[in-house]
């Protein structure tokens, strides 16, 4: 469970770093730079692509940079950065003429796809093949290879946009669900459609790579 | 009610989000007593998600640090 009982510290640091960086202390700038700028450009990326995401990206800092002293900490440095970025986002779409293809910000709607294949469940809503649990190696030569993190990272990439920009959010950055409605403007009930949808596509995804492998 | 592998299927995310209703919750834990595919489906979301934290971030180009820096240093000349 993430959120609620560490907001306090995290809370009390981002205030100090913010007030650093307001205060022009160069090196608490890296350390926001150092901090967010990949994460910055993959969340950019999932939302508009490769070509539009260091454009976005550029702009949010200088809106950062510009609006500095708007920062009233009432959500936390990185949300309030992100909302900028959205909105940078939605601005780049809008001058390219690109529809955003996201239900973000209250437009258009989710759509009724199954987060998971109809195909593999009986008419009675059985599983129609049973579930084999990840055996207890196929996890550990997961991580102990480290290759949990790679895996997810490329499956990734296959998942819708709205639905890998919720995901990254969600559980690769640890964002709250409050969080992640802010930045995108999504209902509490949108985001977690999409975050099922996503996660369920990647379990798909590792399943079948797990079952590939366990076959050579 | 949560009767059914898929019921449960569509659950999980609005389980672990403690969003299911009382009744809701009931069936998912009778259904979870008898089907091991579910718990293995179960435990296997949590793994992705377990998984998901482990996804790497590139570090900042170069390029991108110097040219921040760049602007942080003009606007502390503005101000």
Redesign the interface.
């Known amino acids: 469970m993430n959120g609620g009982e560490d907001r306090a510290p995290i809370a009390r640091a981002d205030e100090a770093l913010y007030a650093r960086v307001e205060d022009g202390d160069a090196e608490a700038f890296d350390e926001l730079v150092d901090r967010l700028h990949g994460p910055m450009l993959r969340f950019a990326r999932s939302i508009v692509g490769e070509q539009g995401a260091r454009e976005v990206v550029q702009d949010t800092w200088a809106a950062v940079l510009d609006g500095l002293e708007r920062f009233e900490g009432r959500s936390s440095l990185k949300t309030w950065i992100y909302r900028i970025l959205a909105n940078r986002a939605k601005t780049w779409a809008a001058r390219e003429r690109r529809t955003l293809p996201v239900p973000f910000f209250g437009e258009g709607d989710l759509g009724d796809e199954p987060a998971v294949d109809p195909a593999r469940f009986s008419r009675r809503g059985k599983w129609t093949t049973p579930i084999a649990p990840w055996t207890a190696r196929t996890p550990e030569e997961l991580y102990l290879d480290r290759e949990a993190g790679a895996l997810v990272a490329r499956e990734l990439e296959n998942l819708p946009a709205a639905q890998r920009a919720v995901v990254i959010l969600r559980d690769v950055e640890g964002s709250s669900s409050e969080e992640v409605c802010a930045i995108l403007g999504l209902s509490e009930a949108n985001q977690r459609v999409l975050l099922h949808r996503g996660r369920s596509k990647l379990r798909a995804a590792l399943e079948h790579r797990l079952a590939r492998r366990q076959a050579t | 009610m949560i ?5 449960l ?2 659950a ?3 389980h672990r ?1 403690g ?1 299911l209703g009382a009744a809701d919750r009931a069936g998912w834990a009778i259904h979870l007593a008898w089907c ?3 718990r ?2 179960v ?3 949590g ?14 180009a170069d390029d ?2 110097a ?3 760049a ?3 003009e ?2 000349k503005r ?1």
């Open positions: 009767v059914t592998c898929k019921d299927s569509e999980v995310t609005d989000e969003r091991s595919s579910c293995a489906y435990a296997q979301m793994l992705v998600i377990d998984a998901a934290r482990e996804v790497p971030c590139a570090p900042p991108d640090r040219a921040l820096r602007r942080f240093a606007r502390a101000s």
